[in-house]
């Protein structure tokens, strides 16, 4: 019998992991960790090997190469200890459409083990907590996207996991829904001990982890915070409207030392931090200000800077990739 | 332009209390069975909701015994003595209704596949054999509740409601519609998509039924069909249902020497109860090559 791993050991320990399909090398040899309680992302196209590393995570496939451990299991080895601690919850749903909420929550708590006085003071937890509860007798074929994913995130927390995938968590929902599964991620995290992994290609949504790995074509490109992300990118750029721009723009240069230009009609600066430097600016500038923007690096400008490609061309080409590999074209079907 | 949103924005409210955690046991078979019954249960469920299949499954039978039955009598009266073609036909339509329906619940885990709901249960820390007993057993109640459907027509067939043979008779088609479930099992575990699961089991289900002996005695076959019949394991389901059937109407020695001969193998009579072995051993050696398929794919 397998020992439970300390509770201070990293969530997901992943080293040199490879997988191969043919000729065609899908996770290219990749290596972090993922501490307990963060947030991870992968962010990067379809086709640039984050379903195949989280498929792997969650013992669907195995490696061709290299390790990783899942809440302090070995995914290979040990199979079933690993799928007792996590919660999953993939791009396409896998709800029995004609249960109802609390049927399908019910049938995975018997899967699953939950002891049975247990089960229903869980389920109600976990569909108060996706604002379901009022709807747990309903059959799910009622239900919207959004309503569907947020049971499926209840019914992954449901055995109450270590670690949660979430694979592509909000692809295929409009706008709102998606700001509003955010939110109960958030409150999740707050509710409960537990890491959260997760898949997107949205960059505005890889700004809800604590951490991202940008992946591209197999590989790790690049892995810290968005915001040391954004900053290693370049400043951030600060417009202002004044009643006298040629004004403002010496003041600029002369108390505050940095150089000016007008872009848009608005005066334009570049500086590390902008959100500091504008109180100073309405302070010292001596030039009345009418309107401020400041505009960050986004993370598609961090993923231009390190892959030298936008998102959008990198998805386009990924999708080729996966027409002119039939074996890869069919699992992403599945 | 400053809009992005902080990780736990939310964490000026007081944080709420957190939630106690659950510890799964380990693998037991405790949970394997929990995990049979569950599987078995939604089973129930989903034939309960589809009321529409449970009456368009009625069809096929009663066309078999009251269209087919009572347009071939005028030619077979003759041959079938003081003994209505109808009521011999009636084990056969037992074991064809059990037939078709179990093997059509072994195709939802290829609808499963197709809806997604089948990674939900591989996903799941249990054996995947459980899994897949709990399919079986659900596919042979299944089928037993629609057999029994037509069993309930017996008084209109000649044939009584005698206790005993009623109890025989879904004993009976349980048995049948575990191993037909199986047989169900393995090729669902090949067939990925649901259009050639479809063609396959056409291919499979009409001559698994021709060749069983449901709708003709085994009496004088010529040799070939002879052996497909002995070779069928179908067979040994629907000779004991008959068996069971003849004991309990009126007919004379002829007639049940022309339409129940014994079932033979190089002239030794096969006891009932053998023959209900074989479909059993059948029945398990399916679902054990339908596990190992299973297992072996991700």
């Known amino acids: 019998m397998a020992l439970a791993p300390e509770t201070t050991a990293p969530a997901v320990e992943v080293r040199d992991l490879h997988k191969r399909y043919g ?45 990783a451990r899942v809440a302090g299991y070995d995914v290979v080895r040990q199979r079933s200890d690993v799928r007792r601690n996590i919660g999953l919850v993939f791009q396409d749903t896998t709800l029995d459409l004609y249960l109802t909420a609390a049927q399908n929550l019910r049938f995975h708590a018997e899967l699953y083990g939950v002891p049975r006085g247990l089960v229903d003071e869980r389920l109600h937890k976990v569909l ?77 949504e890889a700004e809800n982890c604590d951490r991202i790995a940008i992946m591209s074509q197999g590989r790790i490109v690049v892995l810290d915070t968005p915001e040391a992300l954004k900053a290693s990118v370049g400043k951030d750029r600060v417009q202002i409207t004044t009643d006298d721009d040629p004004a403002a723009m010496r003041a600029l240069d002369e108390r505050f030392g940095v150089e000016a230009a007008v872009h848009d009609g608005a005066v ?5 931090d902008g959100e500091q430097f504008v109180p100073r600016l309405f302070a010292e500038l001596g030039v009345p200000i009418r309107s401020v923007s400041v505009a960050r690096p986004t993370l598609d400008d961090v993923f231009l800077t390190y892959t030298g490609r936008t998102i959008a061309d990198a998805e386009a080409s990924g999708m080729d990739r996966l027409r002119s590999n039939p074996m890869l074209a069919a699992r992403a079907r599945r | 332009m400053t809009t992005v949103s902080e990780p736990g924005a939310a964490a000026g409210a007081p944080a709420p209390a957190r939630a106690t ?49 009572t347009g071939l009598s005028s030619l077979t009266r003759g041959a079938t003595g003081d003994v209505n073609l109808r009521t011999f036909m009636f084990p056969g339509v037992l074991a064809v209704s059990v037939l078709f329906t179990a093997m059509f619940s072994a195709v939802s885990i290829v609808w499963d596949r197709e809806f997604g709901f089948l990674r939900e249960m591989l996903v799941a820390p249990v054996r995947r054999g459980s899994i897949l007993v709990g399919k079986a057993i659900g596919g042979a109640t299944v089928a037993t509740i629609q057999g029994a459907f037509v069993l309930a027509l017996a008084p209109l067939v000649g044939v009584p409601y005698a206790p005993v043979m009623v109890l025989v008779l879904l004993v009976e088609m349980l048995v049948l519609g575990f191993s037909v479930t199986a047989f169900g099992l393995v090729l669902a575990a090949r067939v990925k998509q649901i259009q050639s699961m479809m063609g396959l089991m056409q291919m499979v289900l009409l001559p698994l039924m021709f060749l069983s002996g449901a709708l003709y005695p085994l009496a004088n076959l010529p040799a070939w069909l002879n052996v497909a019949v002995h070779v069928n394991p179908i067979t040994y389901a629907v000779h004991p249902l008959r068996d ?12 049940v020497a022309a339409l129940n001969p014994p079932l033979t193998w190089w002239g030794w009579v096969v006891p009932a109860v053998v023959q209900v072995g074989v479909v059993v051993a059948a029945g398990l050696a ?10 072996r794919a991700d």
């Open chain 1, 23 to 67: 000729s065609l090398e899908a996770v290219a040899g990749i290596d972090f960790e993922v501490g307990a309680g963060e947030t991870f992302g992968f962010l990067g196209p379809n086709g640039a090997g984050k379903s195949t590393t989280i498929s792997i995570l969650c013992t669907l496939v195995d490696p061709t190469g290299g390790a």
């Open chain 1, 128 to 204: 108060e907590m996706v604002g379901l509860w009022d709807r747990r007798d309903s059959r799910v074929n009622t239900f919207s996207g959004g309503m569907k994913r947020r049971l499926e995130i209840a019914r992954g927390l449901l055995h109450s996991p270590r670690v949660l995938f979430l694979d592509e968590p909000t692809v295929g929902l409009d706008p709102q829904t998606r700001s509003s599964i955010w939110s109960y991620i958030h409150e999740l995290r707050q509710q409960e001990d537990i890491t959260i992994f997760l898949t997107t290609h949205y960059m505005d």
């Open chain 1, 268 to 272: 334009t600066i570049s500086v590390a």
């Open chain 2, 21 to 69: 955690p659950i510890h799964l046991p380990e693998q037991s078979l405790r949970h394997d069975v929990r995990a049979v019954k569950v599987v078995w249960q939604r089973e129930m469920i989903r034939f309960s909701q589809d009321k529409v299949r449970i009456l368009t499954s009625l069809l096929q039978p009663l066309l078999y015994m009251f269209v087919l039955g």
């Open chain 2, 244 to 255: 069971a059937v003849f004991v309990h109407i009126d007919a004379s020695s002829q007639a």
């Open chain 2, 286 to 295: 399916f679902l054990a090559i339908a596990i190992w398929e299973f297992n």
